[in-house]
Nanobody, 115 residues
Framework: VQLVESGGGLVQPGGSLRLSCAAS????????MSWYRQAPGKERELVAT????????NYADSMKGRFTISRDNAKNILYLQMNSLQPASTAVYYC?????????WGQGTLVTVSS
């Protein structure tokens, strides 16, 4: 099983980034997928979730309206479009897959928002 995040980097305040998570080794379409993030010195927190079949989405309150989670089940890829980024968004962003008792994590991709 692999979850490989990409798309992180340095961006100026107000900028945008799109993160990707390439999944392999499991039936991607059967899993609810999420993005989490962990800022320096803070606990990991949920950013957004998208369900497996209906693609229903749910966001942390602070991310609503700025972040969009989506998935391509044909390509086994999860996305996170992040707009209007602020320094408080600086964190390592992790991809997470969950179905019943099985759960997997990616290794994370660093997003730094700074001028």
């Amino acid at each position: 099983v692999q979850l490989v995040e990409s798309g992180g980097g340095l961006v100026q305040p107000g900028g945008s980034l799109r993160l990707s998570c390439a999944a392999s080794g499991f039936t991607f379409s059967n899993y609810a997928m999420s993005w989490y993030r962990q800022a320096p010195g803070k606990e990991r927190e949920l950013v957004a979730t998208i369900t497996s079949v209906c693609h229903m989405t749910n966001y942390a309150d602070s991310m609503k309206g700025r972040f969009t989670i989506s998935r391509d089940n044909a390509k086994n890829i999860l996305y996170l479009q992040m707009n209007s980024l602020q320094p408080a968004s600086t964190a390592v962003y992790y991809c997470h897959a969950k179905a019943f008792v099985r759960a997997y994590w990616g290794q994370g991709t660093l997003v730094t928002v700074s001028s």
